[in-house]
């Protein structure tokens, strides 16, 4: 599989990248989504966290209070160690085995978009390209603030939470710079989309000589050294 990591900090704009690659037919595999899937209730993620911080962090319905349970965990760092612990071991298996189910379905290029990409690490190793979605620090807290409706602190609080955007760019491959409009950022990943496709074709050419190559040369070797 080709798989690109798709990254930045909170609120920073992967969510409109990623839907440039989705309208290119390219399956995306939101971390977040799965982030969900692993602490519904009765899940052992879930069990954990109750133990833990009790049914203050739980609605009515058994579900996760998820503003509550953040305002805690990003307001400790060792709090949110510990929930990192419970649920990122099943977030990394469930991207893993949604990689597979793509690839078993005929797809050989995935999109993994994973705020913490580079902050766990853990994912580094499957990944061929990397891209940083990033703003200025302004913006972030200000795009944080307006669509998760959510006070200046706490904002400030869940940025700190991870590694600063600026680092992270320094890291990935590629950068998408989303301090203009949509408009610019959509340009921008339409074109990195372009660079990528060209990077997955050279990469599909280089897997099938390696392929050709162990075919033909494997039954030589063999004979040569069984004949010796
Ligand atoms: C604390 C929780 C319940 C808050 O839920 P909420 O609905 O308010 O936020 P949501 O899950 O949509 O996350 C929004 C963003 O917060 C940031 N974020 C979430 N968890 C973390 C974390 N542990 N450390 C740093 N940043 C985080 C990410 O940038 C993410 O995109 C939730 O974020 C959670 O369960 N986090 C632990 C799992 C995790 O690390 N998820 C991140 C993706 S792997
Ligand atoms: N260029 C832009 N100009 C103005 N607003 C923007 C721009 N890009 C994104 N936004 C807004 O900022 C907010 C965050 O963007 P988006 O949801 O794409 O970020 P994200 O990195 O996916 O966030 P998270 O990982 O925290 O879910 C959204 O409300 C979005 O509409």
């Known amino acids: 599989m080709f798989i690109v990591g798709l990254t930045g900090g909170i609120a920073s704009?992967?969510?409109t990248v990623s839907a440039v690659f989705?309208?290119?037919r390219i399956p995306v595999v939101d971390a977040d989504v799965i982030a969900r899937e692993v602490v519904e209730p009765g899940s052992s993620a879930w069990k954990k966290i109750k133990e833990e911080f009790g049914d203050d962090v739980l609605l009515p319905s058994g579900h996760l209070n998820r503003e509550k349970l953040g305002e805690i965990i990003f307001a400790n760092s060792d709090k949110r160690k510990k929930l990192n612990e419970w649920t990122h071991p099943e977030i990394h298996r469930t991207i893993?085995?949604?990689v597979l189910k793509h690839f078993l379905s005929g797809n050989r290029y995935v999109v993994l978009d994973l705020p913490l990409l580079f902050e766990t690490g853990v994912m580094l190793s499957y990944i061929h390209k990397t891209i940083c979605v990033t703003c200025t620090p302004e913006q972030q807290l200000e795009r944080l603030m307006n669509?998760?409706?959510m006070s200046k602190s706490l904002a400030e609080q869940r940025i700190a939470a991870q590694m600063?955007?600026?680092k992270k760019c320094e890291i990935a491959h590629y950068v998408i710079d989303n301090t203009g409009d949509i408009d610019s950022t959509r340009k921008q990943a339409k074109?990195?989309?372009g660079i990528l496709n060209e990077s997955w074709?050279?990469?599909r050419i280089r897997m099938y000589i390696a392929v050709f190559a162990v075919i033909v040369f494997s039954p030589i070797l063999y004979w040569y050294f069984v004949s010796m």
Request: glycine share 4%.
């Open 13 to 15: 704009g992967k969510s």
């Open 164 to 166: 600063p955007l600026e």
């Open 147 to 149: 669509r998760n409706m």
């Open 22 to 24: 989705r309208e290119h």
């Open 191 to 193: 074109r990195i989309v």
């Open 201 to 203: 074709e050279h990469w």
């Open 96 to 98: 893993m085995f949604e």
